[in-house]
């Protein structure tokens, strides 16, 4: 009874530090973390990239759209303003978005890759 108390107490700083440092599953920890691509990071910092995008691109259409009422021009102007500047910015807001969709394919691409060569790794051992 006495050698499994000290068992424990030996054992409990080294628990309690394992839960301090525990699993790196956030970003930071990834972000920091000595296994190389093993991980992608990339898929999280997806949307955030697409949000900063599509406010870049609203922005610059703003400015679009003021310059060219702006120009003096008249109709053409006002044409461009209410037209071209709007269907401008819908299309760049659509090759952005499909960009990185394609990057994010690309991504679970690789990690399904990893994967299926895990599982075959496990069965080819497993049968030997």
Do not use: D
């Amino acid at each position: 009874m006495v050698k499994q108390r000290r068992m424990l107490q030996e054992e409990l700083p080294q628990r309690q530090l394992g839960r301090l440092r525990g699993p790196r599953t956030r970003l930071s920890g990834q972000v920091c973390s000595t296994s190389v691509y093993t991980r992608f990071i990339t898929l999280k910092f997806i949307r955030v990239i697409y949000i900063i995008l599509v406010a870049m691109i609203g922005l610059v259409g703003l400015l679009l759209f003021w310059l060219s009422l702006a120009s003096g021009h008249g109709a053409s102007g006002v044409f461009v303003a209410l037209i071209v500047v709007p269907l401008f910015t819908l299309f760049c807001i659509i090759v952005a978005r499909l960009a990185l969709e394609g990057i994010a394919v690309i991504f679970r691409i690789g990690e399904n890759t990893t994967r299926i060569a895990n599982a075959e790794k496990a069965r080819a051992s497993a049968v030997e």
